[in-house]
């Protein structure tokens, strides 16, 4: 009788991908430099000039896909900061803080998108896609785990808003910033660094 070696198992691995896309951003971020404290508004928020950040998006060929933001500094926004521009609770993403104090929050916003002669419309939805509505010209919202996916659509008809097929998305997001309370930031005395993140994250539909 044949005597039977020690058999050994071989594994055979691999991922099947969605169409690879490429999301990038033109600038490494927004600096607004030195604001000097005697500009501060003595009783209530400060308004920063706003300030527009270029999106890439390349892809292999047209591929359904949307976009989430987070917000890295979640929990820094003023208290009364959304009342106060007219903006629902959530809409904001924060500046940071410095010694428990919170320098302030900003919003962000789409720009218009076109390709050729055909615009695209942004779009958002839950993140279990429930229903597309379209975006318009109100703020974004951060993404807190369970929050809103945004995509780009052809149509802007009624009951039309759904995510189309693109191989390249080139658009800009505007950056609207303000500053807290002078009563309410750390020591003007002193240097403050703004400190806002935004993580943008593509997902395959």
Not at 32 to 43: F, V
Request: hydrophobic content about 35%; some cysteine.
């Amino acid at each position: 009788m044949n005597a039977v070696a020690q058999p050994v198992q071989l594994a055979i691995t691999g991922t099947v991908s969605p169409q690879a896309c490429q999301l990038n951003t033109q600038e490494e971020g927004i600096n607004y430099r030195q604001i000097a404290s005697g500009l501060l508004h003595p009783t209530g928020f400060t308004p920063l000039p706003p300030a527009e950040m270029a999106i890439l998006i390349n892809c292999q060929r047209p591929t359904l896909f949307a976009v989430s933001l987070r917000d890295n500094r979640a929990g820094t926004v003023p208290d009364g900061m959304d009342a106060q521009f007219g903006e629902l609770p959530g809409r904001l993403f924060g500046l940071g803080e410095v010694a428990g104090k919170r320098l302030g929050a900003y919003t962000a916003t789409f720009g218009r998108m076109q390709i050729g002669p055909m615009p695209l419309y942004p779009i958002s939805a839950p993140s279990d896609r429930s229903g597309w509505t379209l975006v318009g010209e109100q703020t974004l919202s951060p993404d807190p785990g369970e929050g809103l996916q945004y995509a780009w659509s052809w149509g802007n008809a009624p009951g039309r808003h759904t995510p189309s097929s693109i191989d390249r998305v080139v658009s800009n997001i505007w950056i609207r910033p303000y500053l807290n309370r002078v009563a309410d930031l750390p020591d003007v005395g002193n240097d403050s660094a703004l400190d806002g993140s935004m993580t943008i994250t593509l997902h395959y539909l």
